[in-house]
């Protein structure tokens, strides 16, 4: 373990002689800088906490113990270091990690545009639920997918990644009037077509930039 932690602090130390801290932080070598940096500090603390274990007392032992193997699950972490060895992995990782900021972008989109088609659709579901002509059944059908904002959110959701078949969807609710089964399919047109498929483009175009660094 000291080896191991002697071996990866000399390493780090030279790549910062080497490079350059600027460098090393730049965008193109920041994520596995500071997966090294990490790496570097759990070897540390796992040797001290390791060194105040031997040397406490059993009042203090047990939970110096506890910390000591939530320290060394960052352990883990060392069979990514691999990942510089292999161009490749390493660019898919990057890939991975420089994505994030888009990814949550695409999230926000998804969330608006659920959240509009749903308060649309959940009032003309509530309308045919809670009317008293309503056949029992049929109440019954569209509650289960559209008994709450939320609800109609995750059923807009499974339409779109496949989860549920968008027919039976829209199907359920057309008693409530062809505007709200049009309403369903013209949601599931726009993020397959529109949405899913831009974004698609932006990652692509991302990855292939990223590529040519």
């Not at 730049?26 to 994520?31: L, N, T």
């Not at 203090?60 to 060394?72: F, L, N, P, Q």
């Not at 998804?110 to 509009?116: D, I, K, T, W």
Request: with cysteine; hydrophobic share 55%.
């Amino acid at each position: 373990e000291y080896a191991c932690a002697g071996v990866f602090t000399i390493e780090l130390a030279l790549r910062l002689v080497a490079h350059g801290l600027g460098r090393l932080c730049g965008r193109s070598e920041r994520a596995m800088f500071t997966l090294d940096v990490i790496l570097v500090l759990i070897s540390w603390i796992d040797i001290v906490m390791s060194m105040m274990y031997t040397m406490s007392h059993f009042g203090a032992s047990a939970s110096v113990g506890k910390i000591i193997k939530a320290v060394r699950v960052g352990r883990l972490m060392r069979m990514l270091r691999a990942v510089r060895f292999l161009s490749e992995l390493r660019l898919m990782a990057n890939m991975i990690f420089n994505s994030f900021r888009s990814l949550m972008w695409l999230f926000s989109i998804l969330v608006f545009l659920a959240y509009s088609f749903a308060l649309v659709l959940t009032q003309g579901a509530t309308q045919v639920i809670r009317s008293p002509e309503s056949d029992p059944t049929v109440a019954a059908g569209i509650s289960r997918f559209y008994g709450s904002i939320l609800l109609t959110m995750y059923s807009l959701f499974k339409c779109m990644t496949g989860g549920i078949s968008w027919g039976e969807v829209s199907d359920t609710i057309q008693p409530a009037g062809e505007f709200y089964r049009l309403l369903v399919v013209l949601y599931v047109f726009i993020n397959l077509f529109s949405v899913l498929n831009i974004v698609t483009g932006v990652f692509v175009d991302g990855a292939i930039e990223l590529g040519k660094r």
